[in-house]
Structure formats: structure tokens, C-alpha cells
């Protein structure tokens, strides 16, 4: 505002000096500046001789005074007892500033001796699932271990499911050690969505209370010809006992943040479809009524469609933590 109306009165000063130069105006006079905005209503008038060559009436500089004639209108910035505020004057200060922030990803990324110590755990991992889970499941001849409809048939086969889950653990602790930053100041996961624990629950609580209620109307006589309660617990005992392993694990997992709560569904559903299958297998030797084993094969589909479903989500996760880090952005977004 101050500028403005210096601006204005040097305008009108120099137009009355012509006027007096030419004696078009005499010495009293009277004038209104040019309309503006902000100054339509302000006057200026002289009844005297004005003295053009005296100074501005605006406080000096010496003074502690505001910048405008008048104390407290502005008060005096402090200079000392202000705060140093950054001003990049050059380039180099922006370069400075993004080395700065190299610097700080790369004490986040993991040192070279702890990534060669990772490495072999890559193959480590799956080759104990392997060796538990699938070679016992698929090259073990089920005679030698499976010993009828009776309590040793069905402890032989838990021991082999108890020998998988001991390989699941240790795959599981790899993992977490692979995947797990060295600090951990921030959430692993931002959060896990409520929609994916519901969806695990859902389909475990199903896969669940399907075999338990096959039984319950196989008791009732629903079902014809019954089937008594230790072949059934052969051939769907594991399944249901690994079954609450996998639901414990989970809970686990995702209570301590663990990174691998996004592959433990999966690992334990490849499993369980192989355990399935087993299952069939053994319906054959046990001469399991016709509706069991369709009950065996629906159960075989559905989880093979919950297993389908788990993979989409590892993509989809997967690909929203690609997106988001900094470092696997190309050159021509970092450009723009």
C-alpha cells in the first residue's frame, strides 16, 4: 500500500511542476489523485507551496520504528532470534539435497554380507518343503506306511503331516529372515486388510465345518450307507488337524508382523490339496461309501479355487510394493 501511494504522489508531483512550469496552476491549489481501486476515496490537498525536494514521510531505517510513519503498525524483525530458514541459490544445493537423500536409501538397503548370507536361503526354503511335504506325500508307497482303518493307520499318517509342518516352521523362519528390514521403525505391511483376514477365516471355517457336518448327518442316518468314526478320522483326520495348524499360524503371523504372512496360506493349501488327494486314495483301500468320496473331491476343488484365489492376492500385493518403492522407478518418470 505504502508503494502505491509513493508511486501516485510522484505522478502527481510531476504533473503540477509542469503545470507551474507553463503558470497554468497557481501556487494554492488543489488536486485528487487517479482513480484506483484501493484509492478512490483518498484526497491530497496543499494549500502551500510543498516542499518537493524534502524527504518521504516515512520513518528512516536508523529508527526502531515500523516501516510506515507511526510505531506499532509493523513491528521490527529480529534477524538474530529468527530461525535460519534453507534458500537454494544455485543447483548444486538441489544436487546436494538428492545426494542427501541417496545417501538415506542406501544405509536402508540391506550390506552386501548380509545379502550373500540370504542368498542360499532362497533355495534352502523350498527344498526343505520339498523334501518334507511333497516327497513323502508322492514317493512314499502309502502301504508301507498306511496300516488299515485304525488308530495306527491314523497316527502313521499325522506323523507324516507333523513332518511337513516341522519343514513348513523352518521355511517360514527363512523367509522371515529374508524379507524382514533390518530396521524396524516402520510397519512391515502398513497394515493387513481386514478384507483378506476375513476372507482367510471364511474359506478355513468352511473347509472346516463341511467335513464335521458330513459326519454329523452320517450319525443322524442322512447320509446312507453311514460310515463309522475311525475311517472317517483316517481319511479326514489330518486334513482337519492341519487345518487349525494353518489357522493358528496365520493369527500368529499376523500379530507379530511377520512378512510371511502372505505365503503361509499358500503353503499350507498346496499341501492340503495333496493331503486330498491322499485321501482318495485311501477311500479305495477302506471301501468308502460313494458319498464320501465325492465329498473328498469337492473338497479337493475347493481348494484348489481358494488356492487360486491366494496366488491372485500374492500378484496383487506384490505389485502395489513394486509400484511404490522409489528405487524401481524408470528414468523417463523420474524425468518427468
Known amino acids: 500500500m505504502a508503494s502505491l501511494l509513493c508511486s501516485q504522489i510522484k505522478l502527481n508531483k510531476a504533473y503540477v511542476r509542469r503545470q507551474v512550469h507553463e503558470n497554468r496552476l497557481p501556487r494554492s491549489l488543489c488536486w485528487s489523485p487517479l482513480q484506483s481501486g484501493h484509492f478512490k476515496n483518498l484526497a491530497l490537498r496543499c494549500t502551500k507551496n510543498l516542499p518537493w525536494e524534502a524527504s518521504l514521510p516515512y520513518a528512516s531505517s536508523e529508527d526502531s520504528a515500523s516501516i510506515i510513519m507511526g510505531t506499532n503498525v509493523v513491528e521490527a524483525i529480529d534477524t538474530e532470534e529468527a530461525p535460519e530458514i534453507p534458500i537454494l541459490q544455485s543447483e548444486q544445493d538441489v544436487v546436494e539435497v538428492r545426494n542427501e537423500q541417496d545417501v538415506v536409501e542406501v544405509r536402508n538397503e540391506p550390506s552386501g554380507q548380509l545379502t550373500a548370507f540370504k542368498l542360499p536361503m532362497w533355495l534352502l526354503g523350498p527344498s526343505v518343503l520339498l523334501v518334507t ?8 508307497p502309502l502301504p508301507s506306511v498306511f496300516l488299515g482303518p485304525n488308530i495306527a493307520g491314523f497316527l502313521s499318517l499325522v506323523g507324516l503331516d507333523c513332518i511337513f509342518n516341522m519343514g513348513a516352521m523352518l521355511f517360514f523362519l527363512m523367509a522371515d529372515a529374508c524379507g524382514r528390514p533390518e530396521n524396524n521403525s516402520f510397519d512391515l505391511t502398513r497394515k493387513i486388510p481386514t478384507t483378506y483376514r476375513l476372507w482367510n477365516l471364511v474359506a478355513s471355517v468352511i473347509g472346516f465345518a463341511a467335513p464335521l457336518a458330513l459326519l454329523f448327518a452320517s450319525s443322524r442316518g442322512t447320509l446312507q450307507p453311514q460310515i463309522a468314526f475311525i475311517p472317517f478320522l483316517v481319511l479326514l483326520g489330518p486334513y482337519l488337524l492341519l487345518l487349525s495348524v494353518q489357522m493358528l499360524t496365520e493369527m500368529l503371523t499376523w500379530h507379530w508382523k511377520s512378512p510371511v504372512w502372505l505365503v503361509a496360506p499358500v503353503v499350507y493349501e498346496g499341501y ?29 476343488t475347493w481348494w484348489v479355487l481358494v488356492l487360486g484365489i491366494q496366488l ?6 506384490a505389485g502395489l510394493n513394486f509400484a511404490s518403492r522409489p528405487s524401481y522407478v524408470s528414468s523417463d518418470d523420474a524425468n518427468k
Open 312 to 317: 491372485m492376492r500374492v500378484a496383487w500385493f
Open 133 to 140: 511335504g511333497i516327497v513323502p506325500t508322492l514317493w512314499l
Open 272 to 300: 492340503r490339496v495333496l493331503q486330498l488327494m491322499r485321501g482318495l486314495q485311501l477311500a479305495n483301500e477302506i471301501t468308502a461309501p460313494g458319498w464320501m468320496v465325492q465329498s473328498l473331491r469337492g473338497l479337493v
